[in-house]
């Protein structure tokens, strides 16, 4: 089923950049595999994917240590500080930095390690309370901000789009969000660009390649609904067991 999930939500991303003049090649499909096995990730795999998002550091931790070495590990969840430095070297992508304290921190441990840390700062494009994310109007002065520290550099937006079932409703969103990229891209900020724009889930990844996505972060539609009630994801799961493709 995963492969053949797989194959439709890259027809739909195909047909969303036929519909907008955009090539398919300039759209990453990550696949979010929180909460699922790395089993469910191993089929992925197979499949031709690369990119894959975790929300939760020690998640991503043990998936990483048991799943093939050139899997593109992404990070999209939240990021508390003191969990900086088991993430900074393992991921090629953090996409949830919303603060100057969290991007230090990345700063910091970068430059420990002898590394640059790419990451997208996360907007709360649709101002809602229970979001994490900078305001939009506060994105720039952050990025200014942002962008002096060493060992990092932005590539640039993410944005988690309110939940709805009618995917249009985001477009507005979708554009805002573009905008706020070009306009801070217009800037010109050292160590800035803004090549890179997160946006786009299960609900409305489609709408979000016709504005300009270039990563879709796309969960359920690939591995099917996540189950939270009994925890099918723990360290029971991976730990001592085979060692997928290693
Ligand atoms: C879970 C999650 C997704 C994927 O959500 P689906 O609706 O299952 O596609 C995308 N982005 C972030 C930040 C997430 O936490």
Redesign the pocket.
């Known amino acids: 089923m995963i492969r053949e999930n797989i194959s439709a939500v890259q027809d739909e991303i195909r047909k969303a950049c036929t519909r907008s003049g955009r090539s398919a090649d300039d759209v990453t499909l990550i696949a ?1 595999s ?1 909460t699922k096995p790395a089993s469910d990730i191993m089929e992925a795999y197979d499949a031709g994917i690369r990119d894959f ?1 975790e ?1 939760k550091v020690q998640e991503l931790t043990e998936k990483i240590a048991v799943l093939p070495d050139d899997i593109r590990w992404h990070m ?2 939240h990021l508390q500080r003191n969990k900086v430095k088991a993430v900074v070297g393992r991921v090629c992508l953090i ?2 930095v919303d603060s100057l304290r969290l991007a230090e921190e990345i700063s910091r441990e970068s430059v420990r390690q002898g590394i640059n840390t790419d990451i997208l700062i996360e907007v709360n494009i649709a101002g809602e309370e229970s979001k994490f994310g900078v305001l939009p109007e506060d994105a720039p002065g952050l990025i200014q901000n942002i962008a002096k520290l060493p060992g990092i550099t932005i590539k640039g937006l993410m944005t ?1 789009a309110p939940y709805t079932e009618d995917a249009e409703k985001n477009r507005p969103y979708f554009d805002n969000l573009v905008q706020l990229s070009v306009d801070i891209a217009a800037k010109n900020i050292d160590n800035v660009n803004m090549n890179i724009l997160s946006m786009g ?3 409305d990844y489609a709408v979000a390649v016709e504005t300009g996505a270039t990563c879709v ?5 690939i591995f099917g609904e ?1 189950d939270y009630t009994n925890q099918r994801f723990g360290p029971q799961d991976t730990a001592g067991t085979e060692r997928y493709g290693k």
Request: no cysteine; charged share 15%; hydrophobic share 30%.
């Open positions: 979010v929180k998002g929300n999209i969840g996409h949830s988690v889930m299960t609900g972060r796309v969960g359920s539609g996540r």
